[in-house]
């Protein structure tokens, strides 16, 4: 009942939300678009360094991601909670607030979940439910089209270093990367549109761009060629990595938690992509082209050199 009172009204379209068993809803008219993903104390967030309103934000804006990868748009969460003892109502009083914050800036109704005791750990899992008139798939990448990129790459990354570093106060010296990292805005409005403009394949880069560039390589079996030199690099990302004494193009290529999209194009629709991306105002770069059907995904180095490049993203195993 608190968690309710905090999210407040559902929209017209839901007939029976948060008190009964399930949801009922008015149904979509396109495609239906489902996802499941969760959040987990110390694997994906620490409250020595995340507010509880960052946590509960985080916990829906990486389902939101997902269908924004498939071009589609979010309708329905569900919230399922595994809550030790430790954790006091006013901090999950708290998750829900960033909940809830998510949902108003995504426009998204907060239906229903379940809570459950736990003996150690926090876990927030989150079902997503969007719709897509036509979704954009991994498989749709073509040989000889555009790959390009939202954001900058390794950012999020950034940001988890420097809070590994300097905890909560890290935000007063890289605030873009910390925001970044613990605040993430999935580029949910433009994704609706990037079937209308061409787009042939999407994915969101949770994992870090190199194992999301081998996703797409094996779904669409093209392979794919990378410039370095093309590569969108921010100015908090150098800043760190001199501070730190990291390889910036590690981060870039290899940070997960980005939540940022990369896609595949005919280069025909290059100029009218960028173009809606500018509108937005959304950083979009051109990194590199598919290839034939060797599946290989490499990378042209700042000495004009091609190398293999390993896909060493985020792995949970």
Known sequence: QKFKRVLGKPSKNILVGIGD????????KNRLLWTVDCVVEKIHFDFKYCTPEEVGWKALAVNLSDIAAMGGKSLY????????????EKKLLGVYEGIKKCALWSKVDVVGGNVSKSRDDFVIDITVVGEANKPILRSGAKAGQGVAITGFPGLSAAGFYAFQKWGRAAYKKFPLSCRRHVLPEPRVEWAKTLAQLGVSSLIDVSDGLSSELHHLSQESKVGFEIDERLLPL??????????????????????????????TFPISKFSKISTAAYQNKIPFTMIGFTQGSSYKVTLRNRLNKVVNLKPRGWTHF
């Not at 399922?80 to 954790?87: G, H, M, N």
């Open 234 to 263: 921010n100015e908090e990302i150098l800043r760190l990595s001199k501070t730190l004494d990291k390889d910036p193009l590690q981060l870039m290529l290899h940070g997960g938690e980005q939540y940022e999209l990369l896609m």
């Open 21 to 28: 068993d399930t949801l009922v809803a008015i149904p979509p």
């Open 77 to 88: 969460a569900l919230v399922s909670l595994a809550i030790p003892t430790r954790v006091s």
